[in-house]
């Protein structure tokens, strides 16, 4: 049988296809527009030739996190050697976490020139949902755009997962365009966050095409948790902290686009913003669509919306395909290089709203590794926003695990995002504006303000007894709080039982 042209094939064609030691790169960017049909059949492959004795073990690229059908079952068949640039699934982060999965790191605007660079390597397959292919090779992209644009173009061989779940007319939604290599690069035209420069289609040489797999199966998006307490007291201090600034004429009376990262904190303050009367309605400049943003379009607070993604639940999604006169006016789907865009982010003036794991008293921010070896997720977005927006804030709770672990430390054992690209942070406890401050104000404001009171004590005795140039650090105690951690299960071993 063929579509438009092209060949359905079985899932022995496609396991014929892919070879032990291949790079494959598939659509999605988290699940949103993720391949699904041809991970489960790899990892039905990957467990039969390992009962074989065979080795089937892939390098999987993706435009960020994907859905469970590669991070999780993919990931427990063994059948992951090698990922790239982002992931979020418990099973592979724990295989990662145990050196059996190499994982590389890396700030998502790069990935499509890395890869179109060739610095990866080839790319031997690569596998994207799409709502429709056409004869001569136009690709109409289902929830994310992500890096596809980029797998098509470079990838020996493709496969298009037609899923036909999706409705067609998510392609207006899309603006997809693939810059050219550098130097000869032009400038980007994207002036406003809804501004379109490119087709709502991606391009394949039609011959690359080896076939087609038919799906009709939704993305696999979880609703966010609802907001709790500790969320709501971040978003308040965030709210009064823009609206303070737009007193201050330091935020145009239109406000500034806005960007929000991954994370339940993230939602509620995107929640906090929306209900909050005296903040102006706004537009966003982000990476991913989430729910919470597509409320807010409902309710005329959020006047439009740029991202790569469309990170929603399954019934959002399809709001969206059946009001699409309405929606297409309102949200803009572009390729993760040009979402994510340092010189955008620069020349609109986004306000970045990321989420820390931990901060340490002079500004620098962990967002990926707990105590500095184990990977939570990765750096994802928050490099790119941050250092490159006009006011670059981040956010965590003041604590973990019961008040075992302190988000505010007197060194991070891992930075994702240094001093020079964190202006504000805040947490449930209160905010500290660091613009403009040396680094023992900083450490003061941060101690006073961020901290949880019962581990401001020894913070400050930290900064006491340490020895200070510009700034003051005692290398013999920098990371004592997480090594009580790892020796006893409590930074402050003697107060973790009253918190
Ligand atoms: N040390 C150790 N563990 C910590 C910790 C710390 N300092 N702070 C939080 N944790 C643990 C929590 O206890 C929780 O553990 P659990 O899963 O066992 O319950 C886990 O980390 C997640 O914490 P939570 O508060 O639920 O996080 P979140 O949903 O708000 O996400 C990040 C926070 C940092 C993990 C997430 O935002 C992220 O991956 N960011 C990096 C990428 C990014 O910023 N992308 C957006 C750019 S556009």
């Known amino acids: ?3 438009d042209g092209y060949p359905v094939i079985s899932k022995q064609e496609v396991v014929s296809l892919i070879k032990d030691g291949d790079t494959i790169a598939f659509s999605g960017f988290t699940a949103a527009g993720a391949a699904k049909a041809v991970p489960v059949m790899l990892a039905e492959h990957a467990k039969q030739e390992h009962a074989h004795g065979r080795s089937f073990r892939i390098r999987v690229i993706t435009g960020a996190s994907s859905g469970d059908y590669i991070d999780n079952d993919l990931a427990e068949a063994n059948a992951i050697s090698w990922r790239a640039p982002y992931q979020g699934g418990k099973t592979l982060r724990d295989q ?27 790319v031997d397959v690569a596998v994207v949902e799409a709502t429709h292919i056409t004869p001569d090779g136009r690709v109409y992209l289902s929830a994310s755009i992500g890096a596809s644009p980029t797998w098509l ?5 493709v496969i298009i997962e037609l899923n036909h779940c999706h409705s067609p007319r998510l392609s207006e939604l899309a603006d997809i365009v693939i810059m050219p290599p550098p130097p000869r690069r032009n400038n980007i035209n994207v002036q406003t966050p809804l501004s379109k420069i490119g087709w709502p289609y991606a391009q394949v040489d039609p011959k690359k095409v ?16 609802l907001e709790d307490d500790t969320s709501k007291r971040i978003a308040d201090h965030v709210i009064e902290f823009l609206l303070k600034e737009k007193l201050a004429g330091r935020i145009p009376p239109e406000f500034f686009p806005l960007q929000a990262g991954v994370g339940n904190t993230a939602n509620a303050v995107l929640a906090g913003l929306g209900r909050h009367p005296d903040i102006p309605p706004f537009y966003m400049y982000s990476e991913v669509f989430q729910d919470s943003m597509m409320d807010l379009i409902d309710a005329g607070k959020l006047l439009g919306a740029s991202a790569t993604a469309l990170t929603i639940v399954p ?3 399809r709001q969206i395909g059946d009001n699409m006169d309405f929606y297409s006016r309102k949200i803009v789907l572009r390729p993760q290089e040009i979402s994510n865009h340092p010189g955008i982010i620069r020349r609109l003036g986004v306000v970045a709203m990321n989420t820390a794991l931990e901060m340490d008293i002079y500004g620098n921010v ?3 590794h707990v105590m500095g070896t184990h990977v939570m997720n990765g750096v994802g977005g928050s490099g790119e926003f941050a250092r490159n927006s006009h006011l670059s804030i981040f956010m965590t709770p003041s604590i973990a695990k019961g008040g075992k672990i302190s988000a505010v430390v007197p060194m991070v054992p891992h930075v994702d995002n240094n001093e020079h690209s964190v202006q504000i942070v805040v947490t449930e406890q209160g905010l500290a504006d660091l613009r403009g401050l040396g680094p023992l104000e900083r450490a003061e404001k941060i101690i ?3 901290a949880h009171p019962s581990y401001r004590p020894y913070l400050r005795d930290y900064i006491a007894k340490g020895t200070c140039g510009h700034i003051c650090h005692d290398l013999t105690r920098c990371f004592e709080l997480h090594r009580n951690f790892t020796e006893y299960g409590a930074m402050l071993p003697e107060m973790a039982s009253d918190l």
């Open 96 to 122: 990662i976490n145990r050196q059996e999965v190499e994982y590389v790191d890396m700030h998502l605007s790069h990935v499509a020139q890395t890869v179109g660079a060739g610095f990866f390597g080839r």
């Open 366 to 368: 962990n967002s990926s």
């Open 1 to 3: 049988m063929k579509i």
């Open 448 to 450: 006073n303000t961020c």
């Open 153 to 157: 173009a470079c990838a020996d061989k």
């Open 210 to 225: 080896v076939g087609i797999v038919e799906n009709n199966e939704p993305d696999q998006v979880a609703a966010f948790n």
């Open 315 to 317: 019934e959002k999604l």
